[in-house]
């Protein structure tokens, strides 16, 4: 009883220990390889800049780069966690800010002016919460 007891508790301990290492990452540590390879000047397509208020840690940068990536027409996506940012270029035949923003937001995050959605935000990982929501 006493094992089993131990054993949990170090579980616990184990697995937020790896949660707090996960959130608190160097930003180019946890750059995508595709990413790294690609040279944004290089990508075709329309630039934007997508502004992420609610934003918190690299498991956000990595959320949200999923999230974009799978939209239509998206060429490149890069989240700046220091600066709060979004780059993206996308082909503006398939698709439009605006798809791209809703991605964001259906992930849980604002995206310039498009609030979170409420459900999936309040579903995410504690560190990627707002401080006052953590």
């Not at 949660?19 to 180019?28: A, G, P, R, T, W």
């Amino acid at each position: 009883m006493k094992n089993q007891k131990l054993i949990s508790l170090l579980s616990l301990v184990l697995f937020f220990g790896l949660l707090i290492v996960s959130c608190n990452k160097n930003d180019k540590e946890t750059t995508s390889k595709e990413n790294e390879s690609v040279d944004e000047t290089a990508v075709e397509g329309e630039y934007v800049e997508i502004n992420l208020p609610s934003m918190q840690c690299n498991m956000c940068k990595e959320t949200i780069e999923k999230s974009v990536n799978k939209v239509e027409g998206v060429n490149y996506v890069d989240v700046v966690v220091k600066d709060k940012i979004a780059k993206v270029k996308f082909d503006n035949s398939k698709t439009e800010l605006g798809k791209i923003e809703d991605a964001i937001t259906a992930a849980g995050y604002q995206a310039n002016d498009k609030p979170e959605d409420k459900e999936t935000y309040n579903n995410l990982t504690g560190c990627c919460k707002k401080t006052e929501d953590q």
